[in-house]
């Protein structure tokens, strides 16, 4: 099935706007984990069966695993979720973005070997280093657009001699000339509220990926009103607030206390 299908059913099935993000930190890992990156997909694992009946999507961030040699736990965490939530989208959130040739190593590590049904990549060098990705039937391909974090402004923000600012160019582009194949999306931080709504303006069907709320601080309620429309899915994240809910024996409950009330805030603010 493809991401966007996948997404919508997951969205529907679990009544969530809520992705959970999978940053392990082998230092932030409970008690009788803790410091152990041979553990990763252990505490993975646990998350995801803690979590699996209340989100949209799951978002592995790549640097946790390669930091630590651990991307043969990724592709352990990615068969396990495939088994055990097959109704559940999984993003690798990679933030590619190379030369063509490149791209296509890229391209095969995210969709053949950790088999992803979506990648985020960087737009900054242009169609082609976006190309290699679009043969992948059904696959989603989410670029980012405006970022969460603070130095997201410093070229994001820059405004362009058309009088758009680069990111609101980057969604032009998204939801126009470069979506032939009709699988791209766009990632706009939680933490940017107004530029949410305008990207929701200038791409009014495009999935947006919506980190920020939680750890950094973006408003949930606020993040639901800009961005989600019922013709435009959001898949809004939240990683180490839910993974470090807690610190004992008993951190899967408390991820899923945390990753319930973020689905309920969500689903209150969508109505
Ligand atoms: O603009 C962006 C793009 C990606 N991210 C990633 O999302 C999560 C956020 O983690 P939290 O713990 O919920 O803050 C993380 O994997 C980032 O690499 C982002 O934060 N902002």
């Given at each position: ?15 969530s ?55 043969d ?56 280093s ?14 980012l ?51 949410l709504?305008?990207?929701r303006?200038?791409?009014?069907t495009?999935?947006?990926l ?15 009103r800009?961005?989600?429309?019922p ?41």
């Amino acid at each position: 099935m493809s991401f966007a299908r996948m997404l919508a059913a997951a969205t529907a099935r679990h009544d969530s706007l809520l992705c959970v993000g999978l940053d392990p930190d082998p230092a932030r890992l409970p008690a009788g984990m803790k410091g152990d990156a041979s553990r990763i997909f252990d505490f993975c694992a646990r998350i995801v069966d803690a979590t699996k009946d209340l989100v949209c999507a799951f978002k592995p961030q790549i640097a946790y695993f390669a930091a630590h040699r651990a991307e043969d736990q990724l592709e352990q965490l990615m068969a396990y979720i495939r088994r055990n939530a097959p109704e559940v989208p999984v993003i690798l959130d990679a933030k590619r973005g190379d030369i063509g040739s490149t791209a296509e190593q890229y391209a095969r590590e995210a969709f053949v070997r950790y088999q992803a049904d979506a990648v985020t990549l960087s737009p900054f060098m242009g169609f082609d280093s976006i190309e290699p990705y679009l043969p992948y039937d059904g696959k989603g391909v989410i670029l980012l657009c405006r970022t969460s974090n603070p130095g997201g402004s410093d070229l994001q923000f820059q405004t362009l001699d058309n009088g758009d600012r680069l990111f609101e160019h980057v969604a032009r582009l998204a939801a126009g000339a470069w979506n032939r194949h009709g699988r791209l999306g766009l990632v706009v931080g939680a933490t940017f509220p107004q530029e949410l709504a305008r990207v929701r303006e200038l791409a009014p069907t495009l999935p947006l990926l919506i980190p920020g709320v939680g750890a950094q601080g973006g408003d949930a309620a606020a993040t639901v009103r800009a961005a989600w429309r019922p013709e435009g899915p959001i898949i809004v994240n939240s990683s180490r607030a839910v993974l470090y809910a807690g610190a004992g024996e008993d951190f899967a409950a408390r991820a899923r206390a945390v990753a319930l009330a973020t689905r309920s805030e969500l689903a209150a603010a969508r109505g």
